[in-house]
Each structure stands twice: as C-alpha cells, then as structure tokens.
C-alpha cells in the first residue's frame, strides 16, 4: 500500500462560533476573518508538514483545490505544489484538483502539471476534478455546463501533452486555434491522473474506462468498498482486472498511546472539520445543473447532506481511523481486506490541529503504521 | 400551452417558476383577451431541447410560435425570465406585435440595486423574497411546494442555471439593442421587488423609448400574483390606449 500525507491546509485558527453564526463556511463566510499573519503562519507549517512526511518515508504528498472557503486554502493548488516540488525529495506530489470546469483555458492546467512533472523528473500525479458544488457559485461558471466543460477540458489537456503542436481544437466550450504548450510533461505518455469523485456512477465507469486511479473521499467504509467493487466491475466490463493502485481512500487517522487518549485528543479537530468547515447548505453544494436532476432529488430526500456527526459516528462508519497504534493496523487490515485499495491519503492534520500534535502524528503513523503496510 | 377568452391577442411569457397552472389573473385577463400562455422549453412538462442553451434561444422559438399560430397584433407580456425572453424577442422582430409589457423583468443588469441570489438560498427564503407580503408568501410555499411539484421544481432550475447562471439573469449585449424596440411598452414593476428593485424598471423604461412605466406599491417581485387589481387595470389601461 501506498501512502500519502493529504493536507487540506485549512484556516485552522478560525473562529468556530464565527462559521457556526454565518451557517456555513464557505462562499458566505467573510473574509475578514482571514488574518494574513495566521495565513502566513498556516501556510509554510503546513509545507513543513508535508515535507517532513515525504522525510519520513511516506509515499507522497498531496494538496487540492477549493475556493472562498476557510475549509481550506489551497484556490490555486499549483502554487503549493511548486514550493513542494523542490523539497519533497523522494516522494510523488499530487494535486486533486484541478478543476477542469472552472478555468476558462484548460490550456494552462496542462501548462501547470507540466513545469510541475518536469522540475520533479516526473513525480507528479495529476488530479482532474469537477470541484465541489459551491466552486460553481464563487468562480461564475455556470453548473449545467460542468459535465461538458470536464469532458472537453480533458480530451485537450490529454491531446495537448500527446499530440505534436501546434494542432487546433475545436470543442463546444473550448475552441483554441494554437494548442502547442511548451514545456511536455516529464513522464510518457503523461503523469499518472486520478480523479477524486463522491461515488458518482458516471464518473466511476469513466474513471475505469480510462484507467485513471479512482479517489473516494469522506465516505463510511462500507460505501467506500461498494464504489471500489463498482470500479473493479465496470473494469471487468472493459476487458480487464483492476488493480489496486487504481484505488485511493482518502480518509483521516490519527494516532497516540490508546484509543482514548486518541479520541479525546483528536476530537475538536474531527468534528470541527466535519460539522463547521465542511457544513455547506444544499443549494451551495449541488446548484442546479451540477448533478442531473434526478441524482439531486435523491440527495435531497435522503437527508444525507449536512448532518452533525460526533467522532465516535465517524470512527464507527470507518470515515476515519482514529486510535491506538494496534486499532490503527487493525482497522486498516480489515478495510484494506473490504474494500482493496492500494493507496491510502492520510489527512495527518485536520480541522483546528495545531502543529505539535500534527507533527507527532505523522511521526507515529511512520512509525507504527507505514513499515507495516508499505510495500 | 394554455388558452382562453377572445379579443385581441395577449400572449403571456412565464418566469422562472414555471408556468404549469392557469392563475386566477390570467382567468381575468381572459374575459377581456385573447389570452395565450405557452409554457418555455425546458419547462414543466416540456421537453429540455439540445439547441436551448441561452434566453436568445427562446427569442427565436417565439417568434416562431407567433408565426406558426398565425398570431399578429400580439401584445406580448413577459414576466421575469419570460420579460427576458420578450425583450429579447422585440429587439429581433417586432412585426407581429402590437405593445410590450415587461413585469419585473430579468435581463437587464443595474449596478447597485438589489438582486437577491435566488440560486444560493433555500426555496423559503426564496418565496420570502419574491413576495412582499409574508403571510402570502408562506401560503404561495405551501400551496407550490408539494412532492407532486418536486420534480417540476428542480427540472425548472435547472432550466434557469443554464439560461441565467452567468452572467447572472442578464444579457450585456441585449441592453445596447433595446434602442431598436418602436413599440408602445409599459414597464409594471412591484415597489418591493427583491430579485429586481425597482431601479431595474427605471433603466428599462430608460432603455426603451417612449416606454410608459407603472409602478405597484407594497408589492414584490410577482405583481401579477400579489396585487392583480393594480396589475390588471394598469394593462387595460395600456391596451386600452395603444391597441388600434
């Protein structure tokens, strides 16, 4: 298994009272309560997170993308990854992002993940996302637009890193006269993509279709394994057998001496995560257009967004595993076994964690959990 | 499409709820008119078209419509989105019409009135917004908001996002044409009205020439809905004047 220290680089010393008031997080959220001293704090002992993960023996590191929001502030990922790509020595640096529907020229995504690629000699694993509902309001682009927009956004950044420039491309959204980006990716024919995704059918077949390695984020356990076994047939369907490293669980975990001294010391951080920087009303998640009309109806009678969760709900669904060291191999023994991924992105930091406790983490999830389960 | 009543032609254009049940101002209009209420294309119980992608679209399906019923002398009434839709189409070809009537129209963009987002907040706020008086509002949720209603509700949105998303329920490139409409036009616009505050039907009445602007009091965004003895007397009044 491969593993990967995933940050969110959340606003971490935001006012929880001041998100709970405004409702939510994002979009709405003011940004007078962003202090650029903090930011400037949050921002390289972040970086310093992730470089000490790549130290420790993990796999790789990886950032993403939002927008407007104090859930996390990373709007233009590239950045991150370009301060990472010189001192991450060993590992692979993965960016879930991009939001192909969000630019108005995917030209410069594939411009991006190439100087990227390039300066690590081909360390870099590139994200192609739609975004989350609510990056539709605050980047002005229209939500019945982001299917097609995703489509097209990807045939001309695959053609444009495999195809000789300059060539023109002609789609709906996207029509350019010159494609013929200097510089080509490092790796051939181009860097590795995943594509992170909340289980939608559509893009778990086209994830198998394509080969591209399959990410589920933020989900129990069990739903995690029945998307993978839906990858793992739609393969099948495609005419071969998906292996693991097709798969990636995005999840959290946090270690210390016992499950109790876990829980009590991760749960502000969890559950300020999950009820205050992710609470999104429904009209900002799924805008209309964003998922078809009939996916949205059964969201919204299932009641599924937006509940309140404590860290007991979340360690039981298996969201995130959180424990001692020997819970922390058991658990992920047995849901590697449920569920067969090959790659594991570990939030080692999460909502309101401080550095120490950060830090400490990823030493212990080096430590205790890595020489096990790495191959 | 819906139909009643005789007299000169009043074609009604629907906003973005919808225009799936025949309302008690249309009835009324209905005893002095010819009244015809098409319901747009990716609505209700309309088909969603691949060749709908903008409210221009709409402009030329009606024009076609008005030439395929053989309709002419039409006084075209639009509210919202369907007064998007009639600018839209007057600016185009005005040959079948006889006035215009814009009701709290969408299209136009005025920098620094009130536009609530109606995309980014929840259908009770929403229904708080487009009427002024609360007690009907509530009672508009109640009788709208059913499960039968459900999925008409979100298919309609959806329709809307991708007419209206961006830039927000206007057309730039509309507002320097309005020059060309030479038709008499009123602008009815409710006093309250949040989607659009009433600075919207000053600029349309700017914008249009000769145009005749009324304005409703203590009324919001669906004069029509909320105040239909102001709304229908000041339409009569109009095409009472202008009709040859």
């Known amino acids: 298994m491969k593993f990967f220290n995933f940050h969110l680089m959340p606003y971490a010393d935001v006012d929880l009272d001041a998100i709970k008031k405004n409702g939510t997080a994002w979009i709405s959220f003011s940004n007078s309560n962003f202090d650029p001293l903090k930011g400037a704090k949050l921002y390289n002992r972040y970086l310093d997170e992730l470089e000490y993960s790549d130290q420790l023996g993990f796999d790789g590191v990886v950032v993403n993308e939002h927008h407007q929001t104090a859930y996390g502030l990373m709007p233009v990922p590239a950045v991150l990854a ?282 212990a999830i080096a430590r205790e959990i890595l020489p096990k389960f790495q191959n | 499409m819906r139909r009643k009543g005789a007299g000169k032609t009043l074609v009604f254009l629907h906003g973005a709820g919808g225009g799936s049940s025949w309302l008690p101002f249309m009835e009324t209009l209905s005893h002095s008119y010819d009244v015809i209420v098409p319901e747009h294309p990716g609505y209700g119980a309309s088909s969603d078209p691949d060749w709908l992608e903008r409210v221009e679209d709409l402009a030329y399906f009606y024009l076609d419509f008005l030439k395929a019923f053989d309709l002419t002398d039409v006084h075209l009434m639009g509210l919202s989105l369907g007064g998007w839709i009639a600018a839209e189409l007057a600016i185009r070809d005005t040959s079948c019409l006889a006035s215009l009537i814009l009701v709290d129209a969408a299209g136009n963009f005025v920098e620094g009135a009130e536009s609530v987002d109606i995309f980014l907040i929840t259908p009770e706020e929403r229904f708080r917004a487009i009427y002024y008086d609360q007690g009907l509002a509530l009672s508009e949720m109640k009788r709208l908001m059913t499960p039968e209603n459900a999925d008409t509700a979100v298919k309609n949105n959806f329709t809307t996002a991708k007419l209206a998303w961006q830039p927000r329920a206007y057309n730039p490139s509309m507002l320097k044409w309005l020059k ?30 000769g145009a005749e602007k009324v304005i409703i009091p203590e009324c919001g965004h669906v004069p029509n809905v909320e105040k239909p003895e102001e709304f229908i007397a000041a339409v009569n009044d109009f095409i009472g004047r202008v009709a040859t």
């Open chain 1, 82 to 363: 370009g301060a990472l790509s010189r001192s991450v020595k060993k590992g692979k640096i993965g960016v879930l992002g991009r939001a192909l529907p969000l630019v108005n020229n995917p030209l410069t995504i594939a411009e991006e993940y190439a100087i990227l690629d390039t300066i690590t000699e081909g360390r870099l694993i590139a994200g192609f996302v739609r975004g989350i509902g609510a990056e539709y309001h605050s980047m002005g682009i229209n939500p019945a637009h982001s299917k097609d927009r995703f489509n097209e956004a990807h045939d001309l950044i695959i053609r444009a890193w495999t195809e000789p420039g300059p060539f023109e491309f002609v789609g709906k959204h996207y029509h350019f006269k010159y494609v013929n980006p200097w510089p080509l990716p490092y790796q051939k024919p181009h860097p590795p993509i995943w594509v992170p995704s909340q289980g939608s059918k559509d893009t778990i077949e086209w994830a198998a279709r394509m080969k591209y390695t399959y990410c589920q984020t933020l989900s129990p356990i069990k739903s995690v394994a029945k998307v993978f076994d839906g990858y793992r047939a739609a393969a099948e369907k495609f005419g071969y057998i998906a292996s693991p490293d097709q798969l990636a669980w995005s999840m959290s975990m946090f270690i210390a001496e016992t499950d109790e001294k876990a829980r009590e010391m991760a749960k502000p951080h969890i559950e300020a995560l999950v009820n205050q920087l992710l609470s999104i009303p429904i009209q900002m998640l799924l805008p209309p257009g964003y998922t078809s009309p009939e996916s949205l109806k059964k969201i919204a009678e299932s009641g599924v967004v937006g509940h309140h969760k404590t860290i007991d709900n979340l360690i039981e669904e298996g969201v995130v595993i959180i424990g001692s060291p020997e819970t922390a191999r058991e658990k992920l023994e047995e849901f590697s076994e449920l569920a067969g991924f090959g790659n594991i992105l570990v939030k080692t930091q999460f909502g309101t964690m401080l550095t120490e406790m950060a830090r400490e983490n990823i030493e």
């Open chain 2, 180 to 209: 060309r409409i030479e038709l008499p036009t009123l602008v009815i616009w409710g006093a309250n009205d949040r989607a659009f505050g009433p600075e919207y039907a000053d600029s349309y009445q700017a914008l249009i020439p």
